[in-house]
């Protein structure tokens, strides 16, 4: 009974962490839609502003506005280019401001503002210019199971930590399962995910060079399995050692916190061709 008690304990922990983590990265991520609300005269203007776009046509970007009483001004540039802004109005369609950033290849960006006027008022919807990332279709009979695998990955990194911290018996078999889930999902199914979506598989450590570390999110998988790989060998030549566990268990979690696309691939148009 102690032991069923003890088991629920650890999953209760785990799931807590776990579910923690996967809400702090939603949160914080780069590529997720920034939400907020303004004020323009007597009007709250919600919008959902997208930062990521995954279509083969001009990015749509949209704000609900059902009165028809406020003007939008849209203006844009590319990121990390000699470019001048452009801004052109925002067109009224059913019930929303409209405008549409033009297409770009996979990892490119482009930075945006949004200027709302009633006629009297004026307010630019975001203090810093939002930051949109193109990038190519990514089949779904891929992308979710790297989705699944990286989310259970984190899950059995979690256990096999807490297991380990608590002495239970079972540290070795989650930091084994932790290790295939993370390698399937992460160097398997991830180089797949980033050649759809930024046209290379791997842009991390060391393929960009010894020191150029590269793409951030390539570079966390790489520190997180070679982590595990240390932790499972050190278990199986002693289950005891369980600090190798918990080491690597942190270092995933450290992982995990650090924000989903964070310093990922992206075009430089300055240094391309003219």
Known sequence: MKSIIKSLLFWLITIVITLASVIYQRKTG????????????TETIEYKLLRSYG????????????????EGTFTYKRFKSNDEWT????????????????????????MYTITLTDGSATVQISEKPVVLRFKGDVPPFILFPHIFLMFIAMLLSTRAGVDAIGKGEKTYTYAYLTLIALGIGGLILGPMVQKYAFDAYWTGWPFKGLFKFG??????????????VIAVIMLRRNKNARIWAIAAAIIMLMVYLIPHSMLGSEIDYTQLPK
């Open 215 to 228: 793409d951030l999110t390539d570079n966390k998988t790489a520190i997180a399995v070679l982590s595990w």
């Open 30 to 41: 780069p590529t997720y839609p920034l939400k907020g609300e303004v004020v323009v005269g």
């Open 55 to 70: 279509g083969a046509d001009d990015a749509e970007i949209s704000i609900d506005e059902p009165t028809g009483n406020i």
């Open 87 to 110: 801004s052109v109005p925002m067109n009224h369609q059913g019930g929303k401001l409209v405008a549409y950033i033009p297409h770009q290849p996979p990892a490119g960006k482009v």
